[in-house]
């Protein structure tokens, strides 16, 4: 039976009511014990995951930066106060603020060479946590999965899947 293994780590008596059900706890569940391997690195280095991100999204945009919502807008995860991420970066000298010059209303964020420093010392290490967590999956493995997140992120079809009765 496909659910035993969660349905005995969670110590669940009975079994899940649908696969659905089973497939969003092991998919919830299974991102909770891999989030929390990279909390711990980026706490070793004074960041949050979302502080990370924020660097990483920056980093790959160049000198120009980018305006906060944009920043938020391509977040892994939702970030309920992203200008509030943002001081904490400019506190610690990560991040500049610059006023756009062709609108003074937009605000720009850029990553400082501090922050790139950063990045560029836990590059090898990030690389190295996605390989020993995820490592034991095959090529395929790893293709099929991506694949399979990718289409539960898209949002269903009115009606398909779902029984008359539901």
Known sequence: MAGEGLQQELKKRSPFEVAEQEAMLNLLRTADRLHLEF?????EHGLSPAQYNVLRILRGEGGEGLPSLEIAGRMITSVPDITRLVDRLEAAGLVLRDRSARDRRVVRVRVTPRGVDLL????????????????????YELGTL????????????????VPADA
């Open 146 to 161: 991506n694949d399979l997140l990718v289409k539960a992120r898209r949002p269903p079809d009115e009606g398909a899947g």
């Open 39 to 43: 909390v711990r690195l980026f706490r």
């Open 120 to 139: 560029s010392r836990l590059d090898g290490p990030v690389v190295a946590l996605h390989r020993r967590l995820l490592g034991h999956l095959d090529a």
